[in-house]
């Protein structure tokens, strides 16, 4: 449960973490609240030869209604998330989920963007994200480009983000006129979710249900065919892949999943405007 010896730079602006990750490459690891990266340097799982610490950009911690957007710094704390009003009105599925991420720890160190990089299929707001339909941006050494959400989650814990690239904003439509919802199992409640789903609108993510987060494309077929919410998340397992594991079967989750799927469409009727 220890990290292997690497060495530690802070970032006070983000042209110097952009000049740090180019001059060391792909032997670097970004660190902002640390949940996601920490972990896997005490397993041994990620062993970076220098750990750049992006924690304290505070301009990239914000949220602000620009047009028809909702903008959100990457380095906002879920806390800040769940208790902005900006996002209770206008973004109320992102609000409520934060808010049930881990415990207050967590939530006072987690940010949104270190949570969307790091690329966990069991994570909560990568699937809300996907719901959604976040467009995130990123900065590089060629200046910034956007990124739909729905091209990010490439593979396991990987993302199409380039590896001199930060994530340093994510956009989204105001939504507060949809029908929403979030529901996920979990053994205990600072636990990753066993399953978890994410409904705006036309919209269906899923949470731990395969490799990468993702939609669940055959309920949203499904929905726009006039389907009800019974009927529609009986094909919530559909091409998916989830984790066969002790703590919880594949087949296990694929039930949960369309038990859920039910719910957060039966519960996102009740909210549409």
């Known amino acids: 449960m220890i990290p292997a010896a690497f060495t530690y730079k802070r970032a006070t602006t983000v042209d110097e973490a952009l000049n740090l990750l180019a001059e060391h490459g792909d032997d670097a690891k970004l660190l902002a609240g640390g949940h996601s990266l920490l972990p896997l340097m005490k397993l041994r799982l990620a062993v970076p030869e220098v750990v750049i610490d ?46 049930t991420i881990g415990d207050p720890q967590v939530r006072h160190r987690g940010t949104i963007g270190g949570s969307l990089v790091h690329g966990d299929p069991a994570s909560d707001l990568p699937a809300v994200a996907l719901a959604l339909d976040a467009v995130l941006v990123a900065q590089g050494p060629s200046g910034t480009r956007e990124i739909a959400i729905t091209d990010f989650f490439t593979d396991f814990f990987e993302t199409s983000l380039g590896e001199d690239e930060l994530l340093v904003e994510i956009r989204i439509e105001k939504n507060s006129a949809q029908g929403w919802d979030f529901q996920k199992f979990t053994k205990r409640a600072i636990d990753w979710a066993v399953v978890g789903v994410a409904v705006a609108g036309p919209r269906v993510a899923l949470v731990n249900m395969g490799p990468t987060p993702m939609r669940a494309a055959g309920v949203e077929e499904a929905l726009a065919s006039g389907a009800n919410p019974a009927e529609a998340a009986e094909r919530a397992a559909e091409n ?19 038990v859920l799927v039910r719910r957060a469409l039966e519960a996102a009727d009740t909210r549409a405007g």
């Open 54 to 99: 992006v924690g304290g950009l505070r301009d990239l911690s914000y949220i602000r209604e620009e047009g028809s957007q909702i903008r959100i710094g990457a380095l906002t704390r879920h806390h800040d998330i769940e208790h902005s009003d900006l996002l209770k009105r206008e973004t109320p599925l992102l609000a409520h989920a934060a808010g």
């Open 240 to 258: 998916t892949s989830p984790p066969d594991q002790p703590t919880a079967s594949a087949d296990y989750r694929r039930h949960l999943a369309k």
